[in-house]
């Protein structure tokens, strides 16, 4: 059975820095890749980065490259998304989602089957 567990969500200021973990457990196979994604209040949700487990192929929405990090750690079964440079835009709840098989740079954010129950995220001006 495959779950996703968020945490690392807080209150920061605008330039601050959060770490996010998502631990994961049933991916089993060889070949799957996890993605962060936000919904901001009224908002549709967006993806914001996901990562692919075969060569740690890693993709970002432009208005967060060059300020979040995904990586993976293999032996603790966790994805972190290093967010730096926060901005008050960056507000919302963020999703740990997975799904097996080969990430779509374009598609994966519409190709996802397992969940996680999200983590908040504020940032304050």
């Known amino acids: 059975q495959v779950q996703l567990v968020e945490s690392g969500g807080g209150l920061v200021q605008s330039g601050g820095s959060l770490r996010l973990s998502c631990e994961t457990s049933?991916?089993?196979?060889?070949?799957?890749?996890i993605g962060w994604l936000r919904q901001a209040p009224g908002k549709e949700r967006e993806g914001v980065s996901a990562i692919w487990s075969s060569d740690d192929l890693t993709v970002y929405a432009d208005s967060v490259k060059g300020r979040f990090t995904i990586y993976k750690d293999s032996a603790q079964n966790t994805v972190y998304l290093q967010m730096n440079d926060l901005k008050p835009e960056d507000t919302g709840v963020y999703y740990c989602?997975?799904?097996?098989?080969?990430?779509?740079?374009?598609?994966?954010?519409?190709?996802?089957?397992?969940w996680g129950k999200g983590t908040l995220v504020t940032v304050s001006s």
């Open positions: 989602a997975g799904a097996f098989g080969r990430l779509d740079e374009k598609t994966w954010a519409r190709a996802l089957d397992y």
């Open positions: 049933g991916f089993t196979s060889d070949f799957w890749y």
